[in-house]
């Protein structure tokens, strides 16, 4: 994976691509591994850094949703446990096998919960994490020590994935560079290129580090835009009607202390009437989340104050001591691209989880559905591209495709563990010069030699790359991220080949990002 590279490729290329695809998330780059290991010529396109929507901000679950289970729908949930399966089969150092724990505090939650979560056991069939069982009020405070212990009756436990949203991510770009697709972040799509029938035959992109533009031809361009798709559609068409209703879900990251013992809370029914997590990742406890419709989806979205306050609020009824504002080490909020009731007549539910829908002058747009369910969103939008472009017709091949840095015997703890088969070059860089061995923060170990490799192998651009997404610094440690700026700016900058100016831009641009991340200082 390099920049300039990908970006010599794309404007060397005087052919049409099969697929151009639109949006560095989760959904895009599903599409981009599906193209490009099915032998399609793919190029991917992101208009900031790979992930930087909503596909860094999850609650970094690989789940089947006992949200949807509760609502009755069957399918979906079995669709994604299944995917569920399949990434933990495919990508084992990313994914991990969670205990859950449902507290109960009211007579009938055992029995309740207990039924509902052998049903979700059972929906998984041979992709099953473990069993579900029903637990005895101490067996759940040796679960959870730090639980509210008043009024506790028992519990149940039962299994569902954990991952690192950003580094899978990362991971299936590398995935897709692997198998022949290219992939470019800072690279904004400004305009659709139609033939004289009105028909889309490619796209115009402004490389946003050189200010040039850029055209290219494709056989089918993809909208993966997720909550910003309709931006797209309307590139396409202005009166196009809107699809995405744009929601905003806010976490919480608070000390490791909070959540003692090795597992997950999950509390079914919130005052709202939401699911609401608090899950150990990565040495802190992260709590969420919350479902609040906003306007229009931006880069950076906003935590409301009574986002802040209902989480804070909630965690306390179960945790043995109420976290307060002073806890929180970080707060970062994404946006849920839920799609609304069918908006024209030629919009064709796949499932009621994602959407494909197919424009007048052929644009695909894909939108909906979650992160655990990305591989199988991506083969339905590559069939349906197949089918509206004749491509040939080339089966879909990463049911059991192994994504970049797959070990088959994963480390399960320490700071490199969630880079599979890449630790061991970041280690080889630290015997290489081991003052990149050393941690950037006292809080977080995170070292100088993941920034070096980030810049060299995983298209790093800017020190909100390597720290909010490559690493997760500003994710766990809003403050400790901003202290290690200036140290991340000087490795970026002798990595990437940039003065001090730069330097400074980037410390003070990263500085008004991290501001959105921190309660005490939102703007
Ligand atoms: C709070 C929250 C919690 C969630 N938790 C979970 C979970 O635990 N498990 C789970 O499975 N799912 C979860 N999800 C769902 C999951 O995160 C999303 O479904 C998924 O990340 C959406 O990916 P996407 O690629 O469609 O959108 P995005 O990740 O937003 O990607 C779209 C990309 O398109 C880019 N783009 C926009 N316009 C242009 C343009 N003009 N040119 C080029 N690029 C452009 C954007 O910059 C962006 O990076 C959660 C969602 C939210 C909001």
């Not at 637990?135 to 299994?159: F, K, N």
């Given at each position: 994976m390099n920049r300039a590279t990908g970006l010599e490729t794309i404007t060397a290329c005087r052919e049409a691509w099969d697929l151009a695809v639109i949006g560095g998330g989760a959904t895009g780059a599903g599409i981009a591994v599906d193209a490009a290991s099915r032998g399609f010529r793919v190029v991917l396109l992101e208009q900031n850094d790979f992930g930087k929507g909503t596909s860094s901000r999850s609650t970094k679950l690989v789940h089947g949703g006992v949200r949807?289970?509760?609502?009755?729908?069957?399918?979906?949930?079995?669709?994604?446990?299944?995917?569920?399966?399949?990434?933990?089969?495919n990508a084992p150092h990313l994914v991990r096998n969670l205990e859950f724990v449902v507290p109960n505090y009211l007579w009938w939650e055992a029995p309740f919960y207990g039924v509902g979560l052998k049903m979700y056991d059972l929906?998984?069939?041979?992709?099953?994490?473990?069993?579900?069982?029903?637990?005895?009020?101490?067996?759940?405070?040796?679960?959870?020590?730090?639980?509210?212990?008043?009024?506790?009756?028992?519990?149940?436990?039962?299994?569902?994935?954990q991952f690192d949203d950003s580094r899978l991510l990362i991971n299936l770009l590398q995935t897709a560079v692997e198998h022949g697709g290219v992939v470019l972040n800072y690279a904004r799509v400004t305009a659709l290129v139609k033939d004289a029938g009105g028909q889309v035959t490619g796209l115009a992109f402004r490389d946003e580090e050189s200010g040039c533009e850029h055209t290219l031809g494709a056989r089918c361009v993809i909208n993966a835009t997720g909550p910003f798709c309709d931006q797209l559609r309307r590139l396409d068409d202005p009166g196009t009607v809107p699809m995405i209703a744009p929601s905003q879900g806010v976490h919480l990251v608070l000390p490791r202390e909070f959540l003692a013992g090795n597992a997950a809370i999950m509390v079914p029914h919130t005052r709202d009437g939401r699911v609401l997590f608090a899950v150990p990742w990565h040495g802190h406890v992260l709590v969420g989340t919350t479902d609040t419709p906003i306007a229009?989806?931006?880069?950076?979205?906003?935590?409301?104050?009574?986002?802040?306050?209902?989480?804070?609020?909630?965690?306390?009824?179960?945790?043995?001591?109420?976290?307060?504002?002073?806890?929180?080490r970080s707060v970062f909020t994404g946006i849920r691209p839920l799609v609304k009731a069918k908006s024209d007549a030629n919009t064709a539910a796949l499932s009621r989880d994602h959407t494909i829908q197919i424009s007048r002058s052929g644009l695909l747009t894909i939108a909906g559905g979650k992160w655990t369910t990305y591989r199988k969103m991506a083969e339905d939008a590559v069939n349906r591209a197949a089918e509206l472009t004749s491509l040939p017709k080339r089966s879909c091949v990463t049911k059991d495709l192994r994504v970049h840095g797959f070990l088959a015997k994963p480390e399960v703890s320490g700071p490199l563990a969630n880079y599979g088969s890449d630790a061991e070059g970041i280690t080889g860089l630290m015997r290489e010069q081991p003052r990149l061995a050393t941690p950037l923060h006292e809080a977080l170990p995170i070292s100088g030699?993941?920034?070096?490799?980030?810049?060299?192998?995983?298209?790093?651009r800017t020190l909100d790359d390597v720290l909010a997404r490559r690493t997760r610094a500003l994710f766990l440690n809003a403050r400790a991220a901003l202290a290690m700026a200036p140290g991340a700016a000087r490795l970026l900058a002798d990595t990437l080949g940039r003065d001090e100016n730069w330097q400074r831009r980037q410390l003070a641009e990263f500085d008004e990002i991290a501001t959105r991340y921190l309660p005490g200082r939102q703007p």
């Open positions: 949807y289970l509760q609502q009755g729908n069957i399918p979906l949930v079995m669709e994604a446990l299944k995917e569920r399966g399949l990434l933990l089969q929906l998984a069939g041979q992709h099953g994490f473990g069993p579900s069982r029903i637990l005895s009020r101490d067996e759940v405070l040796r679960h959870i020590p730090t639980l509210e212990p008043e009024g506790l009756r028992g519990g149940v436990v039962y299994h569902d994935g229009e989806a931006s880069l950076e979205p906003r935590a409301e104050e009574r986002e802040v306050e209902f989480i804070l609020e909630t965690a306390g009824r179960y945790m043995a001591r109420c976290p307060t504002r002073a806890d929180i030699a993941q920034i070096v490799w980030a810049a060299r192998h995983e298209m790093a």
